[in-house]
């Protein structure tokens, strides 16, 4: 059976059997087909790993006819409440997170285009021979190409990870048995391989140009301590 074939079928069989939020399970199941492919599995393998679509529709309306304990399922929802405060806290910093590293590589790249065309806003850029500032400005390019290739990373993991935190929550109040989802965000192989690449090699020029624009400028200024000789910080 193929994946098609797999969710039509379950799609036919929650139909029959009148269970409310098909679209959702539907979803579930493509996600789990998707990231089981982009293991190397095939549509047939997968499928053998799963129930049956008449079992799991059965599984689904035998949730949906057990009796609801409003006093036990309030109970569950002042858990999860009282849960989620700090959840939510740690969620938001994972976001902040992600935008300051995200600024990095704004940052970053910003700095790169001012060594390089020898723009200097404001005169916050030091006295820094152009060759020298010109190997930098590659070595801050690559750092904003790291930066953001973070930042695009810890992004999906954690939307991936409040995903799971709002299903294992609907699951433990409603008590239902959906689908868990994978703690692994899905990527496609080809996207996966060009953005390790691209790190790889950015993550190279950025210690190479950043050692060798240091000393350029130590050579230049004949010493090691180039920042004194030029007054940086005077």
Not at 207 to 215: H, P
Request: net charge positive; charged share 20%; with cysteine.
């Amino acid at each position: 059976m193929t994946k098609n074939e797999f969710l039509d079928e379950l799609r036919k069989e929650l139909k029959i059997n009148n269970i409310t939020e098909i679209d959702d399970i539907i979803s579930d199941y493509e996600e789990h087909f998707a990231f089981k492919l982009e293991e190397g599995r095939t549509e047939e393998e997968v499928v053998k790993k799963l129930q049956s679509p008449k079992n799991i529709a059965k599984e689904y309306l035998s949730v949906n006819k057990e009796p609801i304990n409003k006093y036990e399922k309030g109970i569950k929802r002042l858990n999860i409440i009282l849960l989620s405060i700090p959840a939510i806290l740690v969620y938001a910093f994972m976001w902040l997170t992600v935008v300051a590293v995200f600024s990095v590589s704004v940052v970053s790249l910003g700095l790169g285009f001012c060594l390089l065309t020898t723009i200097n806003i404001g005169r916050i850029i030091p006295y820094i021979p152009y060759f020298s500032a010109f190997i930098s400005s590659i070595s801050c390019f690559s750092l904003a190409v790291v930066a953001f290739i973070g930042a695009f990373y810890m992004a999906l993991y954690i939307k991936q990870w409040g995903k799971i935190y709002l299903r294992w929550s609907s699951n433990y109040i409603n008590g239902g048995n959906y689908l868990s989802i994978s703690k692994q965000p899905i990527i496609s192989k080809k996207l996966s391989f060009v953005l390790k690449l691209t790190l790889i090699i950015s993550s190279i020029c950025l210690v190479a140009f950043f050692i060798l624009g240091y000393f350029t400028m130590a050579v230049k200024a004949g010493s090691l301590e180039f920042w004194h000789v030029w007054n940086w910080f005077v």
